[in-house]
Structure formats: C-alpha cells, structure tokens
C-alpha cells in the first residue's frame, strides 16, 4: 500500500512539474493567438483573407451550366455591325422584338436608354412599352444626383432595378447589393432581385420585404441571409442596404451566350431563350462596363482573349455576366438548394482559431524535434486548407488566414520556447551530472578510503590531517576543473589532480591514460597487488567513438579501478580486458580481492552502480558486477559496435 502511494504521489509530481513547464511555454504561444486575434479584429488581416476567399472559390469542383440564364452580350463586332456605339435605338427595338417571338420569361436590359431624343426612340418606346416580361435598369445609390442614371421613361418603376454594385477597397467585387434606400430615402431593388422575383413569380414562389431595406428579403419561407459589416473576413466593412455574398457560378463559361448578331439573324435555338431569363448587356472591352475579381474559373473576358481557365488575380468581368451571376445564385437556390454563402457568428471563428492556436501550441510542445514540429505543422496547415475548402463548397465561409498564423506561429513559438527551456534545463541536468561526476570519481573515493581506514585501523593525527588537507584540495579543484570543461565545450575530461584529458584523442590512449593516473592514486587496495597486466585497448581503434561516449568509457574505467582501490580487500591481481566480438565490444575490470564488491560492503552507495548503468544506457548496452571464480569481483561493460545499415545483413 505504501508501494502504491509513493508511486502516485511521485507521479503527481512529475505531473505538476510537466504542467508547470507547459504553462511557461504555451504562455508565448498564447500570447501569439492573441496577437492574431487582435491583428484580425483590427482588419489588418482583410485583404489576406479576401485572398484565400477568392483563391478557395476559384478552386471549386465545376458545376454545371444554368440554363435558366441566357446573356445576350453585344461586343465589338455586334458594334461594328450595327453602325456603333451607343447602339441604335432601331436595332435595341429589333432586338427585343425578336427575342419577345421566342418567348422568354423575363428580360433584364443592362443597357442605359434615359434619353429619349433619337428620331428612332419611338420604335424603342413601343418596344418597352409592349414588352410586360422587361425589366430596365437604373443607377441610384451617389449621393451626388448628377452621378445617378434614370431608367427608360417608358418603363414603369415597378419593373425597373438598380445596376448599382459595390467594389472592396482591393478594387475587386466580391458583393451584390439586393435592396437599398436611396439618398431620399426611396426604397430600391437590384436589377438580379427582380429578375429573380419574376422568374420565381411564375414558380408560384412569393417575394416578401418589409419596409425597410435590412428586413429579410424572403422568397416562400426561404430567407435570403444579410451581409453583415464582420462577415467573414470582412472588419467593419460598408453593410448598408441589403447585401449578399456572391457565391460565384464554379464554371469556365457557367451561362449560355449569344451575340447581338445571332440574335438579329435568328441564328439560336428557340429552346435556348424559351421560359428563360435573357439579359443584354455590353461585353465590348471599349465599353467601360466591367469590374475586377479573382473568384471565378473564367469570364467572357477571358474566352474573348482566348484564355481557357486564368489563375490571374485580377480577371476582368462584364457587368452583364455579375447580374447573371447574382441573379442565378437566388435562383439556385430557391429551386435547387444550392447554398449562399453564410459565415460563422464572431465567438465561434475566435474560438475556430484558439482551438488550431491550442493545436499547435500542444504540437509544439509534444514534438521535441524542430524536424518533427515543422512537418507536423505542415500537415496540420494541409488539414485546415483541406476543411476550409471543404466548408466552402458546402456555402461556408470559415477563417482560413489568421486561423494558419495562429496555428503556425503558435506551435513555432511554443517549440522554441520549450527547445530553449528544454536546452536550458538539459544545461543545467549536464552541469549537475558533471559535478556529480567531478565529487563521486574524486573527493567522494578519497572520503571513502578515509572512512574504511577509520574502521579498519588506528590513523594518527598526522595522517588524518593530511588526508583532509588533500580532500580539501580536490573538493576546492573542483569548480575550476567544471569550468574548464564547459569552455571546452565538452570535449575535455576533467580527473583527479586538475589532469584535463583531450576527448578528441584516440580512445585507446584516452584509456590507457586514466588507467595510469587512477591506479597512482593513493588507494588501500592497489597497496597489495602484486601483478599488473597491461591493459590492451587496440580493439577499441576502430570504434568511431563520439567524444560523449569516449567520457562515458572513461568513466567507466575510473570508476571500476577505484572500486577495486577502495575494496578489493587482499587483492593480488588486476586485470583489465577489452574485447571485440563480431557484433559487441566488451570492457571487463578483474581482481581477484578477498571480498566481492557490491553496494552492500562498501561507504557510497548505489551511486556507483547508478552511474555505470546510465553509462551503459547511453552506450546501448549492459552493465554487470558478479563475482569471479576463485575469489574477486568481474566488472563488465558491454555495447554493440555502430554499423551501417547494410551491414547488418
């Protein structure tokens, strides 16, 4: 039971001491979260994540074609055609006439036609006037007047939308504005609202807005969500009105489109335009009716230049094609369920990036190999790109950027803490296992000697005092002999007598030098041995030592002889043997004394035998101490030879 207790209470306080060393380390590492989280909420981080946003969209699995949307965009060579630009009111009113034989479900003129004193107005008027299904467009939103476009005067203002689109601060559009007050306090709609509130009209599906331009804009029961000014990545962004997201049609050429031209020369299927949505538009780069963005596979910009996919930054895209894309995505889904893009609420994306934060800070700090932290945070970094994505496809917007910066620098800062911290300590375990070395090989074997004579014999003043004014030497040598070592950068072995010993040197020399100087020293035991057989060390030439495990056999070696010094009670005989096997070396220290040492029979402790057996651990092999036939004591130290891989077979 008392077993049991000292186990757990000494697991306890490693627990608590592991903890404490975590909590200095993952304080950094913290404090980085924190420092990203606030980076973010300061919108220092916006156009990085508006970045990732774009990239993520564009890298969408394709989806297919919305045949529900036909463009009719007029481009350089319809302008050519038709005598210029603007385009004349005949050929618009042409236009419309024909497109009203194939029978489509609604039509959005994305073309300004406020003025009506062209001679050919009239065949325009008409054409508008007749046309139930034409919803014509206006500009609404400057607060400057003289900035706004009327809509046609032949078009009621119930089938009228605003063009009207807002851009970011990085030039790009990533927004659609749905409803919104004007100026004077006039309540509009976006030109995509109402040509999606007139195809869903005939869909049975009703269209529900309260007065005020942020109520809920409702299709049936389904409500359309509101941008807000903290979406996303957004910080404090312009939320006016009532915005979306625009979740962008993942396709290179997502909407079918016609020319002017095939238009006028009835070279289209009926099918195409039948029960559809066609929106006219401009798609003529000397026509300033386009905008940036990032976000999609390809634009009709980008077929005009013959560019199948671009991975440019800065695409250009039509207006045309932006209400065709704003407009589909309500469609989509009203009828298909396809997602508008949503984001989390701002306590769960903080808490989405303390937890990768946490992540890291624990990878830091598990992983004690810069090798092993760095891949370990680069798979971790795939992951969260990999659920990111994952979320997006599904309508999600999710922390991507500052959510990689906590997740990164965290564990980065935590693990150099903890190597630093951990280095520190190791420093200090080193100077402590070197001190304990310097006392136990030196002062401690002297002390030993002096305790077995006291017991073993009367000792005149004399002699006692000049055996303590040598301990008190050794003990005194002690912190220059450590100092040496460490500006060595330990590479130097520190024995008894300020004797420094050089670990770069062969260790066959390195050997037989402590065995010279440990058997000078003035032991008991070594007075009584008659026969002294050198010690051959040549086996251990071709070993590769590192100066780590030199020390170690050094040590070693110290430590056996004096044991033999202080214990080998009537010893005659000393042997040291080093061998080489096939797969193993072998280090034995014989004597042939009286009394077999163990822990038991001599003043020290278990301290010499700890130390043999962590030499032995960090050579890969075993300790032994057993008794030797006839009489005496075998120490033996045995490690496997270091081989190539190759080798081993």
């Not at 014509?136 to 003289?146: A, F, Y």
């Not at 910066?405 to 903890?418: E, I, M, P, V, Y």
């Not at 401690?444 to 004014?469: K, Y």
């Not at 092999?621 to 006839?630: E, I, N, T």
């Amino acid at each position: 039971m008392k077993v049991t207790l000292s186990i757990k209470v000494k697991l306890w306080k490693k627990i608590k001491q592991q903890l404490k060393l975590w909590r200095e380390v993952a304080l950094p590492g913290l404090s980085v979260v924190g420092l990203v989280m606030l980076a973010r909420s300061m919108g220092l981080l916006q156009s990085q994540e508006w970045l990732a946003f774009d990239q993520l969209l564009r890298l969408r699995p394709a989806e297919t074609v919305d045949t529900r949307i036909v463009i009719v965009g007029i481009d350089e060579d319809d302008i050519n055609y038709v005598g210029g630009f603007p385009i004349p009111d005949s050929q618009l009113a042409k236009l419309l006439n024909i497109l009203q034989t194939y029978k489509p479900r609604v039509i959005g003129l994305d073309i300004f036609k406020n003025q009506n004193r062209n001679p050919e107005r009239a065949q325009l008027g008409s054409a508008l006037r007749e046309s139930p299904n034409l919803i014509g467009i206006e500009v609404v939103l400057n607060q400057k007047e003289t900035f706004n476009v009327k809509p046609p005067p032949e078009i009621p203002p119930e089938r009228v939308g605003f063009a009207d689109l807002i851009v970011d601060p990085d030039g790009k559009l990533r927004r659609s504005i749905l409803a919104s007050k004007t100026y004077t306090g006039e309540l509009k709609y976006s030109l995509s609202l109402r040509l999606a509130q007139a195809y869903l009209h005939k869909e049975g599906i009703a269209f529900h807005h309260g007065s005020r331009s942020y109520d809920p804009i409702q299709f049936g029961s389904l409500k359309l969500p509101r941008f807000g000014p903290n979406w996303g990545g957004y910080v404090g962004a312009d939320a006016n009105g009532n915005q979306v997201l625009l979740n962008f049609r993942s396709h290179r050429q997502p909407f079918r489109t016609l020319s002017l031209r095939d238009v006028l020369t009835r070279k289209v299927e009926p099918n195409w335009i039948r029960d559809r949505i066609v929106i006219i538009g401009m798609t003529a780069s000397s026509v300033k009716d386009s905008f940036i963005t990032s976000a999609v596979k390809g634009t009709l910009y980008t077929t005009d230049v013959g560019v199948e996919e671009s991975s440019n930054q800065y695409q250009w895209i039509y207006g045309v094609e932006v209400h065709a894309h704003a407009t589909s995505q309500i469609l989509s889904r009203v009828l298909d369920k396809r997602p508008l893009l949503m984001v989390w609420s701002d306590i769960w994306e903080y808490l989405w990036i303390l937890g990768w934060g946490l992540l890291g800070i624990i990878l830091g700090l598990m992983l004690q190999s810069p090798w092993k932290t760095f891949s370990s945070l680069g798979v971790a970094s795939f992951a969260l790109i990999g659920i990111c994505y994952i979320f997006l496809v599904m309508g999600w917007w999710i922390p991507l950027v500052p959510t990689l910066l906590a997740l990164s620098g965290a564990g980065l800062t935590a693990s150099f803490f903890d190597r630093d911290l951990r280095t520190l300590l190791e420093q200090r375990s080193l100077t402590l296992k070197r001190s304990f070395e310097a006392i136990h090989n030196g002062p401690l074997q002297s002390l030993a000697v002096m305790l077995r004579s006291l017991g073993e014999e009367e000792v005149s003043t004399e002699e006692l005092r000049s055996q303590l004014q040598q301990l008190n030497q050794e003990l005194r040598s002690i912190p220059d002999s450590l100092s040496q070592e460490m500006l060595n950068r330990n590479d130097s072995l520190c024995l008894e007598g300020n004797v420094v010993l050089d670990l770069q040197t062969p260790i066959a020399e390195l050997l037989y030098q402590v065995y010279d100087l440990t058997l000078r020293r003035n032991f008991q035991g070594f007075a009584t041995i008659l026969s002294f057989i050198p010690p051959n060390f040549e086996p251990l030439e071709d070993s590769h030592l590192s100066t780590a495990k030199k020390r170690c056999l050094c040590l070693f070696l110290q430590e056996a002889l004096c044991n033999v010094g202080k214990h080998a009670k009537g010893a005659t005989r000393l042997d040291v043997i080093c061998t080489r096997e096939p797969s193993w070396y072998c280090l034995k220290i014989i004597d042939n004394g009286a009394e077999i040492i163990c822990e038991s029979n001599y003043t020290g402790g278990r301290g010499g035998t700890n130390q043999a057996h962590e030499i032995a651990r960090q050579l890969r092999g075993k300790f032994r101490r057993f008794p030797h036939s006839p009489q005496g004591t075998v120490c033996e130290l045995t490690w496997p030879i270091a081989m190539a891989w190759w080798q081993r077979f």
